[in-house]
């Protein structure tokens, strides 16, 4: 473990940036309680209940380890390491009967929270860009724990908490919009309102994202589900109010050496100002005729089907020396929304995607820029071949038979420039907010999927034939899954340490 002492004061979000570079030479849910009766509102306690055992709950299902299948717990959203350096602590509007502050524990659900009830004002201190503060019912803080990542990751645990934090919100989301709830997230948003308000002095918890709901959304029926195994229904009436698991002298150590460049000190930042959207991001240099993807299979987001395909996301542990169809590509890439209620657009941070293909059936081998608008790839780049993704993904071994690895990039480096904190982020919660909804159509279509933290940056922009100004933030590896493999990372010193995983010696 990578201890706080060894980690180095960070002082600009682009020191944080180039000493964590990724270069390998250098460096099924619960019983819904949204059943309402006949005539009735659904209760804003249970609706969140609901959103939070199914977006960031767990679930039983079947896994393959040391030769044999059994029965095992896992979580419905992924994170880097199974870590989850993400706590939850939810505030209901005071004017309800269930008004208050709720912490969500995984085991016991929501459980009353030590800390007062917000009105009106309070919610209004926080700042929401367009959410109304006479209009807010409920408003959900994802706030990160870093050292639960960092004592592992070292400095790069800290990304990897904004990463977590996405994919957490983009789940959550998704099932409460699906539920009929008008749900907007936030990264604007006064951090210094939500610390006062939460009590979260002095416990090494920064509020990275806010997700509000607004009494305008029209809660539907939340059907129940078999195979049960969450704390969905459990509202407990505490004598004394729970708190937070207070931090270590590690913890605080840790805290101290990075928290000048957290988003404490943001306040409102202005807008980031690319000119350039995800569905149009096409480098100039590509001259070659679009290739239109086949017409995908579009799915309803309706309660079931939504609550259904996040209980199926699997994070694939290996890949078969497999091909899929490119169906399933168009598939995967028309299901991707970009325009979910939010105070930070894709258009905004200037994302881009890059698909590089090994064994696509009806594709070539290669490179290409991802048009969604267009549903389209422009080719640019040499073949790919198969070791090159083993090679790039710094040698874990589900990498060497995935079919394909789809690169999100972004010019980062020109955003510290103009935003600072905000473009860390900013960025990589829309790549944890896109990976997050590829990995929920890959369930639904069968295909395998695993989000890569640790990877060669310069192999991998090598690949893809990327400008130098265009810097990869995240990696998603598809394929078809052969989960009777071990993770191998799992058993390793973290690949995304950014040395040798040979060697026994750690960078300074």
């Known amino acids: 473990m990578r201890g706080a002492d060894s980690t180095p004061t960070i002082r600009s979000m682009r020191e944080l940036w180039e000493t964590t570079r990724l270069r390998a030479e250098a460096s099924r849910p619960a019983a819904s309680s949204v059943v309402p009766k006949s005539g009735e509102p659904a209760r804003w306690l249970d609706v969140l209940q609901d959103i939070l055992s199914v977006g960031y709950g767990k679930k039983r299902e079947p896994r393959f380890a040391y030769g044999t299948w059994s029965q095992s717990t896992r979580r419905t959203c992924p994170s880097a390491g199974a870590l989850y350096p993400v706590d939850i602590i939810v505030a209901i509007a005071a004017h309800h009967p ?4 709720y912490l969500y524990s995984l085991d016991d659900g929501l459980v ?20 109304p503060p006479q209009a807010i019912e409920a408003v959900i803080v994802l706030l990160a724990r870093p050292w639960i990542s960092m004592a592992k990751y070292g400095l790069r645990g800290y990304i990897y908490c904004h990463l977590d934090a996405g994919h957490a919100a983009s789940n959550l989301g998704m099932y409460a919009r699906a539920l009929g709830a008008d749900t907007r997230t936030h990264l604007r948003f006064s951090r210094t309102a939500v610390t006062d308000g939460l009590n979260l002095a002095g416990s090494c918890r920064e509020p990275l994202i806010v997700l509000s709901l607004l009494r305008e959304g029209q809660l539907g029926d939340s059907p129940r589900t078999d195979g049960a195994s969450n704390a969905t229904g459990k509202i407990h009436s505490v004598r004394f109010a729970a708190q937070l698991e207070p931090p270590s002298v590690e913890e605080q150590a840790n805290w101290s050496r990075f928290n000048e460049i957290t988003s404490y000190d943001i306040g409102s930042p202005a807008v980031i100002a690319e000119q350039t959207a995800i569905s149009s991001a096409v480098d ?6 679009p290739i239109f993807l086949p017409e995908p299979t579009r799915f309803p987001n309706t309660v079931s089907e939504v609550r259904a395909a996040i209980m199926r996301r699997r994070s694939a542990k290996g890949f078969e020396d497999a091909s899929f169809g490119v169906g399933h590509l168009s598939s995967l890439l028309a299901n991707l929304t970009t325009d979910l209620p939010s105070d930070c657009r894709i258009e905004t941070v200037g994302l881009r995607l890059t698909l590089l293909a090994r064994a696509i059936q009806g594709l070539e081998a290669g490179a290409y820029a991802c048009d969604l608008r267009r549903r389209a790839l422009l080719r640019h780049g040499a073949t790919t071949q198969q070791h090159d993704f083993h090679a790039a993904c710094m040698g874990q071994s589900l990498a060497r038979t995935a079919a ?15 935003c600072g904190t905000v473009a860390l982020a900013e960025s990589h919660f829309q790549a944890a907010q896109l990976a997050q909804q590829m990995y929920v159509t890959a369930a639904r279509i069968g295909l395998g999927i695993t989000c890569i933290g640790g990877f060669d940056e310069v192999r991998l922009a090598a690949l893809a034939n990327l400008p130098a100004r265009e810097e990869i933030i995240y990696v ?10 071990a993770k191998e990372d799992r058993l390793e010193i973290a690949f995304s ?12």
């Open 98 to 101: 269930d008004g208050g502050n």
């Open 112 to 131: 009353p929270y030590d800390s007062q009830p917000f009105e009106v004002l309070d919610f209004a201190r926080l700042g929401l860009e367009g959410s």
């Open 284 to 289: 100039e240099r590509l001259s070659s005729a």
């Open 404 to 418: 394909a690895l789809v690169l999100f990039h972004v010019p980062i480096s020109s955003l510290f420039a103009k």
């Open 476 to 485: 998603v590896a598809l394929g078809v899954a052969n989960d009777r493999v």
């Open 497 to 508: 340490h950014g040395f040798d995983r040979h060697s026994e010696s750690r960078p300074a």
